[in-house]
């Protein structure tokens, strides 16, 4: 289905979007302030960008300089061309050290893998340790957002589900009472884990090192009890030199959440003794995407989520209408990149207003691509046939003034006149959740010339 009927059944529940929509727009709210608190704020912008660009244009030689410090230390690099490759890899390591238990850290690069299907097919339980994550997968769902996983449920319908699968007492979604359960239950995981994934937020090319970021210091506590950590990373995740991640740190969490900083950015350089740790650098696309002039961009993304949090199709429409790994305006420039024809409505799942492009804290031209795609996909595949003939049409009419003028004078009477079941037909999409505005007499060109006449 095409994102407006998937964003049509998330519409059904007029509270509920209503909702979403408000907790989101706090989310922005909060960024702005925190934004507006650091002096600078655009140069970082400015850099973080700088940074991501010649980190892109040097790919090979930072990939290749992160592997090669990184094995110094101790690690195991490995190289996987698709999601296919990396499940393959992640599973060979798991199984070399009859790992049956695993936990995971919030990794959107492993959603985007399918990893967990995958490695529960193969009889390993996988635990994600994120609240958010593990939330949604006790309710078998995709996360809804990348920072925000389960930003599409109510606390009440936690309350639901926690008794459900972990035995709680009802509480009326009484969030201390939740995640202190939520607490015990993932302690109990993290005990008996045998490896812990986690996913990678910045790779330092010249130490070899890496930063994981999270609220909620579920990775460190996977990676401290576990004897093997495998930590996932997409080949755009590196930066330079350990002293560029302070610019990265102080706009990721700001862009996010608000936060002057994430809770925790633990740094990952070597095994502890008697330990091993694996990086898996994964392409999946990403080397397609960056031979593409107008969308490399998209890769220097952080995943900070603030362009989902602003965008008001995303807020009224729920990251899961998006039916990809990456929701939302990043998003929907990723996915058509992987597969065009499956994923050719969510570019046009965007009103342009440029607010996206706005709070990205590494400045990606996101509405700007989204146009690209748009522009691309109404010639590489097939349009409905009503949108088509009725922009052919509209094109005529645009490019020959007689005709603008007649079809503006029927429209303006049709509007007032015609009956309303005419005007709020299937053919005006427009008005399927708003009426349109009150028609005046006259138009513009009329208006002109009259005023032209008494001057
Ligand atoms: S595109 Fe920009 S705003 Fe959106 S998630 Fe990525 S870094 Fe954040």
């Excluded at 959603?111 to 340790?129: G, K, M, Q, R, S």
């Excluded at 994964?282 to 031979?291: H, I, W």
């Excluded at 028609?439 to 002109?448: A, E, L, P, Q, T």
């Amino acid at each position: 289905m095409a994102h407006a009927d998937e964003a049509a059944i998330f519409n059904k529940d007029e509270a509920k979007v209503d909702w979403h929509d408000k907790a989101l727009w706090f989310v922005r709210q909060k960024r702005d302030k925190s934004a507006h608190n650091v002096q600078g704020w655009e140069e970082l912008r400015n850099l973080a960008s700088a940074l991501k660009a010649n980190v892109l244009s040097n790919l090979d030689t930072y990939l290749l300089q992160f592997e090669e410090n990184a094995k110094k230390n101790g690690v195991t690099v490995h190289w996987a061309a698709n999601a296919e490759e990396h499940n393959k890899i992640v599973h060979s390591i798991l199984v070399k050290h009859g790992v049956k238990r695993m936990v995971k850290s919030k990794s959107m690069l492993t959603e985007e893998c399918h990893l967990n299907p995958y490695l529960e097919a193969n009889n390993i339980e996988v635990i994600d340790t994120d609240l958010g994550e593990r939330i949604v997968q006790l309710a078998k769902e995709p996360p809804s957002h990348i920072v925000l996983p389960a930003i599409h449920k109510k606390k009440e319908e936690v309350d639901v589900l926690f008794q459900e699968h972990l035995g709680t007492k009802p509480c009326d979604g009484d969030p201390q009472y939740l995640t202190g359960e939520a607490r015990k239950h993932l302690r109990d995981k993290f005990l008996k884990a045998e490896a812990a994934i986690t996913g990678v937020n910045f790779a330092i090319a010249d130490t070899g090192g890496f930063v994981v970021c999270t609220n909620e210091g579920n990775a460190d506590m996977g990676v401290h009890l576990a004897k093997v950590h495998i930590a996932c990373m997409g080949m755009e995740k590196l930066i330079p030199q350990e002293k560029h991640l302070g610019v990265f740190l102080r706009l990721l969490g700001r862009s996010a959440t608000g936060q002057p900083i994430t809770t925790y950015s633990s740094h990952f350089n070597k095994p502890a003794p008697g330990k091993e740790m694996h990086i898996v650098i994964v392409d999946n696309g990403r080397t397609e995407q960056l031979s593409r002039e107008d969308f490399r961009a998209s890769l220097h993304c952080i995943r900070c989520g603030a362009c989902m949090n602003t965008c008001p199709i995303y807020r009224r429409s729920g990251g899961h209408s998006y039916k990809s790994t990456i929701p939302g305006p990043i998003g929907s420039i990723l996915s058509p990149g992987l597969d065009l024809k499956k994923h050719s409505s969510l570019p046009f799942a965007s009103t342009l207003c440029g607010s996206c492009s706005d709070v990205c804290p590494v400045k990606i031209n996101i509405h700007e691509q989204l146009y690209k795609w748009r522009q691309i996909i109404v010639k590489e595949v097939p349009q409905p046939g009503v949108k088509k003939n009725i922009l052919k049409i509209a094109g005529r009419v645009l490019a020959n003034s007689a005709m603008y003028h007649v079809a503006g004078k029927s429209a303006r009477f049709m509007l007032k006149y015609a009956p309303r079941f005419v005007i709020y037909s299937k053919l005006n999409a427009w008005g399927k959740a708003r009426d349109l505005p009150e028609v005046k007499n006259g138009n513009f060109d009329d208006w002109y010339k009259n005023r032209k006449k008494n001057e």
